[in-house]
């Protein structure tokens, strides 16, 4: 019986403690709850509003919300070079590329399958009240991680729509973790509630 008390005052006590090291971060149109130690970043936008968060190991994470904002599961690009295309990398492109699903050839012709070897995957989740793409990388620490939604509003030609995005680059698998798991709380304000 003591034991079973004991296990259940650590499961209670870890709970607390799993809570209390996240935090709420509010951007106005949207709340999001992320690790206690990542921090908002306020920054200027053009055409829309932007912002972000640097996170325990300095990556930045940065998000769009306006008419422009890109889904960047569109600029998925297969890791296939040729031996020309392969020598105009950087020495740290070439280090990243070590770590990936890649393919180097004589030439980009004849039947390769250029699916084999891109960079990101995604799945339609629903995020609040908005059915929205969460984007993950094939390739741990390599490529875009972060969400998309095509409209909050409007439903006209895109540049009426307000679109949502916030990517990340090159993540460590944790703060990846991390990071889809904070996507997932997402609240906006004066659309869903």
């Known amino acids: 019986m003591k034991k079973n008390i004991l296990i259940i005052i650590a499961i209670f006590c870890f709970s607390c403690q799993s809570k209390s090291e996240l935090k709420k971060i509010d951007f106005d149109i949207f709340e999001i709850t992320v690790p206690e130690n990542w921090n ?15 996170t325990t190991e300095k990556d930045t994470l940065i998000f769009d919300f306006g008419a422009y904002s890109s889904d960047a599961s569109k600029y998925d690009f297969p890791l296939v070079y040729d031996k020309n295309s392969y020598s105009e990398l950087t020495q740290k ?26 960079t990101q995957e995604f799945e339609i989740v629903k995020v609040d009240c908005f059915k929205a793409k969460i984007i993950t990388t094939r390739n741990k620490g390599f490529g875009t991680t972060g969400i998309y939604i095509d409209s909050l509003e409007g439903d006209g030609q895109n540049s009426t729509k307000t679109k949502f995005s916030f990517y990340g680059g ?9 990071f889809l798991k904070a996507l997932k709380t997402i609240k906006f304000r004066n659309y869903c509630h």
């Open 40 to 54: 908002k970043i306020e920054l200027n936008g053009t055409d829309s509003y932007i912002g972000g968060i640097i």
């Open 93 to 118: 492109e070439k280090n990243f590329l070590k770590k990936t699903k890649h393919l180097i050839v004589d030439t980009i012709s004849g039947k390769i399958d250029f699916k084999n070897y891109l």
């Open 170 to 178: 090159n993540l460590e698998e944790k703060t990846e973790k991390d």
